[in-house]
């Protein structure tokens, strides 16, 4: 989560023209209540074992996605994402899911901007929630500094992907990651 700073921190910057700020403040007050819980979580059930429930959740809201069904970014749905997200994010450093889905009929920088710009504040508050109940500390920061290079290595070859995905059309990707991430999760619960 906080080799993740780097990398949101370059996206937004480069996709800042097309930030949805207002959905974004929603999401942050959004992500602040669910780190909060997420944190007293870690107080009262340390060992965690959330990980099979948010990869059901991730896959529901994709099968959802797929359906009829249209959630647009607005007030309330970002504000539910934003702690959806803070609290998945929190517990199992995934939550970009939640946002990824509610932002996935919107254009690709759009999509990258908002995101980046709410896991760029929100990694940085769950980290600060991680830190005050014991679970982020010398050895985490040691771990992270240690992947910025291959981060900096893919945010620098994105630039072509991003290009390409945004003839596609992003949702397609958004989905996919957001499976790919719930498959991530079911793995390392089951390892």
């Given at each position: 989560?906080?080799?993740?700073?780097?990398?949101?921190?370059?996206?937004?910057?480069?996709?800042?023209?097309?930030?949805?700020?207002?959905g974004?403040?929603?999401?942050?007050?959004?992500?602040i209540l669910?780190?909060?819980?997420?944190?007293l979580?870690?107080?009262?059930l340390?060992?965690?074992g959330f990980?099979?429930?948010?990869?059901?959740l991730?896959?529901?809201?994709?099968a959802?996605?797929?359906?009829?069904l249209?959630?647009e970014?607005?007030p309330?749905?970002?504000?539910?994402?934003?702690?959806?997200s803070?609290?998945?994010?929190?517990?199992?450093?995934?939550?970009?899911?939640p946002m990824?889905?509610?932002?996935?009929?919107q254009s690709?920088?759009?999509?990258?901007?908002?995101l980046s710009?709410?896991?760029?504040?929100?990694?940085?508050?769950?980290?600060?929630?991680?830190?005050?109940?014991g679970?982020?500390?010398q050895?985490?920061?040691v771990?992270?500094?240690?992947?910025?290079?291959?981060?900096?290595?893919?945010?620098?070859?994105?630039?072509?992907?991003r290009?390409?995905?945004?003839?596609?059309?992003?949702r397609?990707f958004v989905?996919?990651?957001?499976?790919?991430?719930?498959?991530?999760?079911l793995?390392?619960?089951?390892?």
């Open positions: 989560m906080a080799s993740s700073v780097v990398l949101t921190l370059l996206i937004a910057f480069r996709e800042r023209a097309a930030i949805d700020f207002s974004l403040g929603f999401a942050v007050v959004g992500r669910g780190t909060l819980l997420a944190a979580v870690w107080i009262v340390p060992s965690g990980d099979f429930l948010f990869a059901g991730v896959l529901l809201g994709v959802l996605s797929l359906s009829s249209r959630v970014p607005k309330t749905t970002a504000t539910a994402a934003g702690a959806l803070g609290f998945m994010g929190t517990l199992s450093s995934i939550g970009g899911p990824a889905l509610l932002y996935q009929r690709g920088p759009r999509i990258r901007g908002t710009g709410h896991f760029v504040i929100g990694a940085l508050i769950s980290l600060v929630a991680l830190a005050a109940v679970r982020y500390g050895e985490e920061i771990l992270s500094i240690e992947l910025i290079p291959a981060i900096l290595a893919g945010y620098l070859a994105s630039g072509w992907v290009e390409s995905v945004d003839r596609v059309g992003a397609p989905l996919g990651l957001s499976v790919l991430a719930a498959v991530g999760i793995y390392r619960a089951s390892s």
